[in-house]
T-cell receptor, first 113, second 108 residues
Framework: NAGVTQTPKFQVLKTGQSMTLQCAQDMNHEYMSWYRQDPGMGLRLIHYSVGAGITDQGEVPNGYNVSRSTTEDFPLRLLSAAPSQTSVYFC????????????FGPGTRLTVL | AQRVTQPEKLLSVFKGAPVELKCNYSYSGSPELFWYVQYSRQRLQLLLRHISRESIKGFTADLNKGETSFHLKKPFAQEEDSAMYYCALSGKGNKLVFGAGTILRVKS
């Protein structure tokens, strides 16, 4: 099993550009989530999903969209990138919810100029 | 609201010394608390959870509801314990909230 995979590993964007961060898992997990990691602020929840077709907002959802058309995939879209979105983004999945062990992807380092 | 506070950004100890990483939380119900760890060049991973009440790699953590704390302890630090440690809380709803993290540096 590959576990949780994320692409790309690194990305540089210009302000105003859009892009999609990909996340996939092959463990048949129902719960998936996106976090951003910033120095001094820890991990902050952006969006999460409890199953295909169901998504909800986390602590810092503004500027990001998600969809969950399949159990395996949970892409994160930046609509119009801003320098404040420069961060490391982590995708995670678990069997059924936040109280189960979360399995994290390797992260995507995004820089917005 | 669910909130996790880790007051120390960096904790530096000598090898063999005791370690205590502090975690305080704010939640009115019965939370589930976790410690996650990120070693250098590795993925973030679960270290332990309060309901299992087990010791992992010599680390233990006890949930103190009176003090709303879940401190992580190890009696004798080892160099391989150097990492970023995150305390996390799951309360009502489907969110897992993390603290700001503490870097543990174990010096030889």
């Amino acid at each position: 099993n590959a576990g949780v995979t994320q692409t790309p590993k690194f990305q540089v964007l210009k302000t105003g550009q859009s892009m999609t961060l990909q996340c996939a898992q092959d463990m048949n997990h129902e719960y998936m989530s996106w976090y951003r990691q910033d120095p001094g602020m820890g991990l902050r929840l952006i969006h999460y999903s409890v199953g295909a077709g169901i998504t909800d907002q986390g602590e810092v959802p503004n500027g990001y969209n998600v969809s969950r058309s399949t159990t395996e995939d949970f892409p994160l879209r930046l609509l119009s990138a801003a320098p404040s979105q420069t961060s490391v983004y982590f995708c995670a999945s678990s069997f059924s919810g936040p109280r189960n062990e979360q399995f994290f992807g390797p992260g995507t380092r995004l820089t917005v100029l | 609201a669910q909130r996790v506070t880790q007051p120390e950004k960096l904790l530096s100890v000598f090898k063999g010394a005791p370690v205590e990483l502090k975690c305080n939380y704010s939640y009115s119900g019965s939370p589930e608390l976790f410690w996650y760890v990120q070693y250098s060049r590795q993925r973030l991973q679960l270290l332990l959870r309060h309901i299992s009440r087990e010791s992992i790699k010599g680390f233990t953590a006890d949930l103190n509801k009176g003090e709303t704390s879940f401190h992580l302890k190890k009696p004798f630090a080892q160099e391989e314990d150097s990492a970023m440690y995150y305390c996390a809380l799951s309360g009502k709803g489907n969110k897992l909230v993390f603290g700001a993290g503490t870097i543990l540096r174990v010096k030889s």
